[in-house]
């Protein structure tokens, strides 16, 4: 495999941080966990180039999670080497920055939303601060999406609700029960309009959400298989993966297939476009990564580096590298070529 950076999650000792100068931290800040738990769940970058991480135990009788914080997505991810962690009490499965860095929001299996800020004090310290939690899903969370604007994001769930959230207060503008008639498996903000969005589900489903029409949801398409991520390539077209190990392009405009691609025999996972690469990686219930140009559909970049599943991949929009994330608790920077500069190469 080529161009691929390998950072090795180990177990290591971390001391959990004490509030030494409870003058000077007049807030309600959390204890960092021990340890990040053996199974990576997702991974995402700020604008600025910091590793937002989410960790899961699904094995034993306490299924337990974490987020942690890194200040870069090239250093290595060890605890003792995060800025700082925040335990959660159940599993979390999805997470994402909002307008900056030191804001984000995830989700839990408990059905919890939570935003924390994420402060740096006098001491050289960083601590995440809770915000607001609010418990409104009945099952897992299984997806979050930030709208462009910044102002509100979206939740959903194994409840088959979508939920449409402030940023500022995480009160409830908008709810939808049911969305979809089975598991909902992915939301995605739309690149271009900050109250459109899209969402898959397991019945095969595909929708479009407009939050400024009254009756918000139109159907894009209906697959034959389970849908189980979604990502937009531009504001025309979106791309879904399957529990077939499928790739399908969808045009939003006339509603149709225009384009499907065979990942592997096991169902997908993620997808996720680097639009200003034009690069579509995929990954899945396997240890296998791919790559294809997003326009040509050119295979460009193969990965099977991880030793478990593959869990989430983001693109670092610093340095453009794909970054993903697996249950062998290991994360992997891949440098990708575009179609164009593989060319250059030949």
């Known amino acids: 495999m080529e161009n691929t950076e390998c950072m090795n999650l180990e177990e290591g000792d971390h001391a959990q941080l004490e509030d030494k100068s409870n003058s000077k931290k007049p807030f309600s800040f959390t204890v960092v966990p021990f340890t990040i738990e053996p199974h990576l769940e997702f991974i995402d970058f700020s604008k600025e180039g ?14 337990s999670g974490s987020v942690w914080f890194f200040d870069s997505g090239d250093v290595t991810p060890l605890e003792k080497e995060s800025l700082s962690g925040h335990g959660c009490e159940s599993c979390v499965a999805t997470g994402k920055f909002l307008d900056n860095w030191d804001k984000i929001i995830f989700g839990e299996d408990s059905g919890k939303v939570t935003i924390c800020s994420i402060a740096k004090f006098e001491d050289d310290t960083t601590h995440f601060l809770p915000q607001h939690g609010e418990t409104q899903h ?6 979050i999406a930030v709208l462009k604007d910044k102002l509100y994001s979206v939740s959903a769930g194994s409840d088959m609700k979508i939920n449409v959230w402030d940023n500022n207060s995480l009160e409830i503008q908008h709810k939808y029960s049911p969305a979809h008639s089975m598991e909902i498996t992915c939301v995605c903000s739309s ?12 019945d095969g489903s595909a929708l479009l959400w407009d939050l ?10 209906h697959h034959e298989f389970g849908l189980t991520s979604i990502a937009w390539k531009d504001d025309n077209t979106v791309v879904a993966g399957s ?10 405009r006339n509603r149709k297939e225009i384009n499907r691609l065979q990942f592997d025999k096991h169902p ?18 396997s240890n296998v990564i791919k790559v294809w140009d997003v326009n040509t559909l050119e295979l460009v970049y193969t990965d099977i580096e991880h030793r478990g599943f593959v869990r989430d991949l983001s693109w670092n929009p610093v340095n453009n590298k794909l970054y993903s994330c697996g249950f062998d608790k290991r994360i992997f920077s891949h440098i990708v070529p575009s179609l164009a500069e593989k060319d250059m190469l030949m």
Request: proline share 3%; charged share 15%.
């Open 243 to 252: 529990i077939a190990g499928e790739v399908i392009y969808f045009d939003i």
């Open 268 to 285: 997908v996972h993620r997808v996720s476009i680097n639009c200003d690469q034009g690069l579509l990686a995929v990954c899945g219930n």
């Open 212 to 221: 400024k029409q009254s009756k918000p949801a139109s159907a894009i398409s």
């Open 50 to 63: 910091h590793l937002l991480l989410g960790s899961s135990n699904l094995v034993g009788k306490i299924w």
């Open 138 to 143: 009945d099952g897992c969370i299984t997806s």
């Open 191 to 202: 690149p271009e309009e900050g109250a459109i969005f899209s969402s898959c589900s397991l």
